[in-house]
């Protein structure tokens, strides 16, 4: 079987000795969009500058960081509001993630085969657990539901085989 992923950007960033890829979405804000080959611990930079011009990072674009086999750890800092569609998707050695206050939307799967992420806190400014957010994350031991949850989607923790208690709170109606 023969993979191609396509890939479109409007510039590449380097912080940290890591290059990111980053789609401009407004006059001052861009997406992260896509990398090449990152692996071992990331910290997504707040903004970043290109062209003589500094954007606020914003989001994390649908499968920007997906299939990246050896990334160990993310930071996302608290300039970012949204999580794509499988944005960690199938990153299988993925152990921590630090997820900031300032997101208010997760996209489905995002953290889909995740089979190394062991626990995540969901930040209250989250009101939905999308479909198959988790499904997969075998390692998955403990996740913190806040109380601004008020629906979980299906198969949200399929095959989170290791997980031990999930604390579903009284706001949570679907």
């Known amino acids: 079987m023969l993979s191609l992923n396509a890939m479109a950007y409007d510039f590449p960033y380097t912080y940290q000795g890591k290059t990111l890829y980053y789609n401009i979405t407004s006059s001052n804000t861009v997406e992260v969009t896509s990398v090449i080959h990152v692996s071992g611990n990331i910290v997504i930079p ?11 990072v914003t989001s994390i674009g649908n499968y920007a960081f997906s299939s990246c086999s050896n990334l160990t750890s993310i930071t996302i800092p608290n300039t970012v509001i949204s999580i794509g569609v499988s944005a960690f998707g199938s990153c299988r050695a993925l152990r921590s993630i630090t997820i900031p ?32 957010l988790f499904n997969g994350c075998s390692s998955l031991i403990s996740v ?13 923790f399929n095959g989170c085989s290791s997980l031990i208690s ?8 679907s």
């Open 101 to 132: 206050n300032s997101i208010t939307s997760i996209g489905g799967s995002a953290f889909s085969s995740c089979s190394s992420l062991t626990s995540i806190i969901i930040p209250n400014s989250i009101t939905s657990i999308n479909n198959d």
């Open 46 to 56: 707040s903004s970043v500058e290109y062209n003589n011009e500094t954007y606020i």
């Open 166 to 173: 999930v604390t579903i709170p009284n706001s949570v109606t």
């Open 144 to 156: 913190t539901i806040p109380n601004s949850v008020t629906s979980i989607g299906y198969s949200a």
